[in-house]
């Protein structure tokens, strides 16, 4: 007879004593998280969009590799035949001026609009611009023909005589995207890992599982598109603004105490960790909860996760991930856990000035709770850092803050 195949151990999880209580509530959101996004698609047609004409959007597709090259052939077939029929050649581009950017209440996100432009090789003020376009459309011909992914460095030292400055041929790199539509993603282009996982998460593309990846988890790579099957039992994603906070968390294996997912992109998220983040919201069927600084500037970081950046409006439909939770810590925070004085730093005349252009945001706007919010930021000049919890003890933030804020279902 055959040998019997060994069953698998199974993981030793140390829930905490009060994880039922504590995630009661986050449990009730998950619940309405899963039904909103199973009825999202159904409704989308229906959205009212206000003032904004949905016609005239910019959309762009998540494409393979062959329809993405064959759509760069289109586009150099048809200046060939301009060139040879004597019209010049001329790219037209879609623009992405923030009077083409608008934020659709609906969608909760910023969107492209129609407007375009173009840029013609005869101009001697855009002959420059022209080519290092043309240039760009060719060498991510060449990488999707061989199945690779390079990253912007990469493609900048291919001619740095021509670029000169890596702000060009990246610039060019989402002009590009819009000009064929697709996603930033589908060029193949990257850029090199930032952002970080660790938890109760697990992919079969190469079977890895986040919480066997040691105190400082998993890179999140930065062509999500090679992550396959994600698998979870955890009730939430919990985002975090700052590296610090992260290995805080990761160290104190907090999400195997309240199964959780744990995320950072140490600070300004990049196009990787947003795509993998809206992955697992929207596979997983979970909620996201995000803890960042209590400043303009982490709430500025949250709203690129949420609505998305204006730079990359044309791609918002994959890149943002709305009805993110702000669970902390938030401006009323400060007096409702005691943080002592030291820890509440003076706002500068920037902060200040930021806060006032952020509480006018549309997004913002929509979510009274927010404003209010906001409106205590500039009206006690005060904000605190996440790590301004570690007064109270170094495991503070992971033995008593964030089993409180999950207890009280306190986020908005």
């Known amino acids: 007879m055959p040998p019997k195949k060994k ?28 039904a909103k996004i199973d009825e999202e698609g159904k409704k989308e047609n229906a959205d009212d969009y206000g003032d904004f004409d949905p016609s005239t959007m910019l959309k762009v597709e998540d494409l393979d590799t062959g329809a993405v090259a064959e759509k760069i052939e289109n586009i150099a077939q048809r200046i060939a035949k301009d060139v040879m029929e004597g019209r010049g050649y001329t790219f037209t581009v879609p623009s992405r001026a923030s009077s083409n950017q608008h934020y659709v209440k609906s969608l909760d996100r910023i969107v492209l609009g129609g407007n375009k432009g173009t840029r ?94 040691g105190v400082g988890g998993k890179a999140i790579p930065p062509y999500t ?45 990049d196009v990787a960790t947003r795509m993998f983040l809206r992955r697992l919201k929207y596979e997983l069927k979970i909620p996201v909860l995000g803890l960042f600084d209590s400043d303009p500037y982490g709430l500025k970081i949250l709203s690129v996760y949420m609505s998305g950046s204006k730079n990359m409006s044309y791609d918002s439909a994959h890149l943002t991930t709305p009805d993110i939770k702000w669970l902390g810590i938030r401006p009323s925070d400060l007096d409702r856990y005691g943080l002592p004085e030291q820890c509440r730093l003076d706002m500068t005349d920037a902060d200040i000035s930021t806060g006032k252009i952020m509480i006018e945001e549309d997004f913002i706007k929509a979510n009274p709770k927010w404003v209010k919010e906001m409106e205590l930021m500039l009206k006690t000049k005060k904000k605190a850092e996440i790590q301004a919890l570690s007064s109270f003890g170094f495991q503070y933030i992971s033995e008593d803050y964030l089993p409180r804020k999950l207890r009280e279902g306190d986020w908005i």
């Open 120 to 213: 013609t090789f005869s101009s001697v003020s855009e002959v420059r611009k022209t080519t290092i376009t043309a240039r760009c459309m060719q060498l991510i011909h060449n990488i999707l023909g061989k199945g690779i992914h390079i990253t912007k460095r990469d493609l900048f030292y291919t001619d740095v005589k021509l670029f000169v400055k890596q702000a060009e041929s990246d610039g060019v790199l989402d002009d590009l995207s819009t000009m064929i539509g697709c996603t930033r993603s589908n060029l193949n282009v990257v850029a090199s890992d930032k952002g970080l996982v660790v938890g109760r998460v697990q992919e079969d593309g190469d079977p890895i599982d986040c919480t066997r990846m």
């Open 7 to 34: 069953s698998k151990p199974k993981k030793v999880v140390n829930l905490a004593e009060d994880a039922t209580e504590v995630l009661a509530k986050v449990r009730e959101l998950r619940k309405k998280t899963a």
């Open 225 to 269: 598109d090679k992550i396959d099957n994600i698998q979870s039992d955890a009730e939430f994603i919990l985002l975090v603004e700052k590296d610090a906070v992260y290995m805080r968390l990761a160290e104190d294996r907090f999400y195997h105490r309240y199964p959780c997912i744990i995320i950072t992109a140490k600070g300004q998220p």
